[in-house]
């Protein structure tokens, strides 16, 4: 079972950033927060991951709580291509699996 | 350059039948994955290989049975298809290091049994 829990849908207008958030309460000590998105009829794709700090990279930000029981994605400028599923996962690393739950499906309109 | 390639990208086929579907990755990653996502759209992993080694498999019915010939292939055979196979199938690779790692999916191949 997933260890995430995440908003079924959002919207979002194009060009305002899209803030998603992702609650993982029970998460390790050694797991870092991974975020995924799938585009219709396409295989997820990686955006960013982080473990304590908070992250940015030319995708996205993450931000971390500092108990580390909860997380947002950024996406500062949302365009109609950032319009998927967005999959917020905890894992250790490893040989360890990617647990997909059901994720948040982000629309952005025009 | 396609960095985890599938084919076929579309099976129709029928009950009963054994088919494969290939999977290659050109990033010299170390391990392979084969995800499953059913018409509900929740998606499981299935198997995961390191250095043609199975680390991981998730409970699935011994009709399915992936092969690893070489670091850079994972091939998924399924005997006797029945009709809750149909899902599309992703293959991942990733390389596992000292700490994190992210998967690489190819883009999914379809699989329907009428």
């Known amino acids: 079972d997933a260890k995430t829990t995440q908003p079924t849908s959002m919207d979002c207008a194009e060009g305002r950033a899209a803030n998603l958030p992702c609650n993982h309460s029970t998460i390790s000590g050694n797991e870092y927060v991974y975020w995924y998105r799938q585009i219709h009829s396409q295989g997820p794709q990686y955006i960013i991951h982080g473990l304590k700090n908070n992250e940015t990279n030319e995708m996205a930000s993450l931000i971390i709580t500092e108990d580390r029981k909860s997380s947002t994605l950024i996406l500062p400028h949302a365009t109609l291509r950032d319009t998927a599923v967005y999959y917020c996962i905890v894992r250790a690393p490893g040989f360890q699996k990617l647990v997909f739950g059901t994720g948040t499906r982000l629309l952005v309109s025009p | ?114």
């Open chain 2, 1 to 114: 350059d396609t960095a985890v390639s599938q084919t076929p990208k579309y099976l129709v086929t029928q009950m009963g039948n054994d088919k494969s579907i290939k999977c290659e990755q050109n990033l010299g990653h170390d391990t392979m994955y084969w995800y499953k996502q059913d018409s509900k759209k929740f998606l499981k992993i299935m198997f995961s290989y390191n250095n043609k080694e199975l680390i991981i498999n998730e409970t699935v019915p011994n009709r399915f049975s992936p092969k690893s010939p070489d670091k850079a292939h994972l091939n998924l055979h399924i005997n006797s298809l029945e009709l809750g196979d149909s899902a599309v199938y992703f293959c991942a690779s990733s390389q596992v290091g000292t700490g994190d790692n992210e998967q690489f999916f190819g883009p999914g191949t379809r699989l329907t049994v009428l």
